[in-house]
């Protein structure tokens, strides 16, 4: 079956440092992919989506290439800040009309002052 | 707009005892659906519905009913609360390909 796969954590960055929160996937066809993230207290907020092969979704320093051949939607950031500690979900939508979402299992990230 | 709320925020309850989560979402979405997120296991599916009248099992539907009277409103219900309930519960919304979570419900089951 369909199925996400991301990057244990926690990760622990100081502030200003690269990130890169590894997720693949598997399934059949093209699903659509997306990053959630999850801020300490809170429920989750979508942060980026990508619905076609070399679609790259971006939003507040955030990106994501869609990469069909290693089927793959890494998250990026140039320089995390402190405020980005947070729990981030890798997640795909089938194709179709299904509106069921399949979720990886979160990566903690903290940065440091 | 409130977008999707939940109540109550935390919850204790002895083994045995029944209660009802709220959900409620101004949004007009057709699709709502229950997680839970336990530590290590992130979230997984209780129930979900595509539209009032219409509900459906997730992975995880044991001991627990859902109903869908209206769109705005999907409660979950507990029938027998047991200590392996204990969990964090999100109620989510979705008209397109985003959904929409709400604060989620602390629950502990003693």
């Known amino acids: 079956g369909n199925s996400v796969t991301q990057m244990e954590g926690p990760v622990t960055l100081s502030e200003e440092a690269f990130l890169t929160i590894n997720c693949t996937y598997t399934?059949?066809?093209?699903?659509?992919l997306f990053w959630y993230v999850q801020y300490p207290g809170e429920g989750l907020q979508l942060l980026l989506k990508?619905?076609?092969a070399d679609d790259k979704g971006s939003n507040k320093g955030f990106e994501a290439t869609y990469r069909k051949e290693t089927t793959s939607f890494h998250l990026e950031k140039g320089s995390v800040q402190v405020s980005d500690s947070a729990v981030y979900f890798c997640?795909?939508?089938?194709?179709?009309?299904?509106?069921?979402?399949?979720w990886g299992l979160g990566t903690s990230l903290a940065v440091n002052p | 707009n409130a977008g999707v709320t939940q109540t109550p925020k935390f919850q204790v309850l002895k083994t045995g005892q029944s209660m009802t989560l709220q959900c409620a979402q101004d949004m007009n979405h057709e699709y709502m659906s229950w997680y839970r997120q336990d530590p290590g296991m992130g979230l997984r599916l209780i129930h979900y519905?595509?539209?009032?009248?219409?509900?459906d099992q997730g992975e995880v539907p044991n001991g627990y009913n859902v109903s869908r009277s209206t769109t705005e409103d999907f409660p979950l219900r507990l029938l027998s609360a047991a200590p392996s309930q204990t969990s964090v519960y999100f109620c989510a919304s979705s008209l397109g390909t985003e959904q929409y979570f709400g604060p989620g419900t602390r629950l502990t089951v003693t």
């Open positions: 519905s595509v539209g009032a009248g219409i509900t």
């Open positions: 997640a795909l939508r089938e194709a179709g009309n299904n509106r069921k979402l399949i």
């Open positions: 399934a059949t066809g093209y699903p659509s």
């Open positions: 990508a619905t076609k």
